[in-house]
């Protein structure tokens, strides 16, 4: 289920015909745009790995002030919630949620997955398997149909690779088979030992088009509450808690709990 198909919450509400700011952490770059769909969005970008936390607010504040703007102008704040990196998607959820407070703006969240198969499907017509980076041995997936609209196959996965490639080819049985995201540029050769005629798109596809972010971001359902992030795995310190807590003197019971209290917290 994508951003656009969860059920609106209480007091929700689209964005009113304002410009609207967009923040996504969860790309190879963070990036932040303003602009309205059908009109060129202003954009600042910079590496995403390990500079999200300092690097976020002097990109919206830059933005912003590049057109005299202030927050409070804005008709909403749209973040991409995941999946992807947990730095990444923690800093621009928690940036996104005080521009909100702060300003008095509401704020929506997108699904990374739907808006790399959406820019590919500006070219692409048949099956589309949006596929990304996980980290330990996997890639997140999710299959689109794309013929006139776009349609999701099935919901977001962390998956092996091994199991990606077999939804690889099980997409190829549906028509031309398009592979898009920094996961297929990664796993390229494999991916096309077992699809070789599918179409790999390139690193440029790897982050969504603008245009098409914009456009998701109108579309999208606002409100007050907190955009809740999209987990698909654990995380690094979930997975290997034991072996981080070891030398610490604590046991991974204590441990499981203590994370545990922080995540309801959050």
């Known amino acids: 289920m994508d951003s ?26 963070l990036s932040v745009l303003l602009g309205r769909p059908g009109q060129a969005p202003l954009a600042r970008r910079c590496p995403a790995a390990g500079h999200a936390g300092e690097s976020l607010a002097p990109l919206i504040a830059d933005v912003l002030a590049a057109v005299g703007l202030a927050p409070t102008a804005l008709a909403g704040v749209a973040c991409v919630r995941g999946p992807g990196g947990f730095t990444g998607i923690r800093v621009t959820l928690a940036t996104a949620l005080g521009l909100s407070l702060g300003a008095g703006v509401p704020m929506a969240g997108l699904d990374f997955l739907p808006l790399l198969a959406a820019s590919a499907a500006r070219a692409a017509t048949g099956a589309i398997l949006a596929i990304t980076h996980a980290r330990t041995g996997q890639v997140y997936v999710q299959s689109f149909l794309a013929d006139g609209d776009l349609a999701a196959m099935g919901p977001p996965e962390a998956l092996p690779l091994d199991a990606a490639l077999a939804k690889a080819a099980d997409g190829a049985a549906v028509g031309p088979l398009w592979l898009v995201g920094d996961g297929a540029v990664r796993h390229r050769e494999a991916f096309l030992r077992v699809v070789p005629l599918a179409t790999v798109l390139g690193a440029e596809a790897c982050v969504p088009d603008p245009e098409t972010m914009l456009a998701a971001a109108r579309a999208a359902t606002y409100g007050f509450d907190p955009v809740p992030p999209l987990y698909l795995r654990p995380s690094d310190a979930e997975e290997n808690l034991a072996a981080l807590v070891a030398g610490r003197g604590l046991s991974p019971q204590t441990a499981e709990a203590l994370l545990a209290r922080a995540v309801t917290r959050d």
């Open 4 to 29: 656009a198909d969860r059920p609106a919450a209480p007091g929700a509400t689209t964005p009113g015909d304002g410009p609207l700011l967009v923040l996504n952490g969860v790309s190879p770059e």
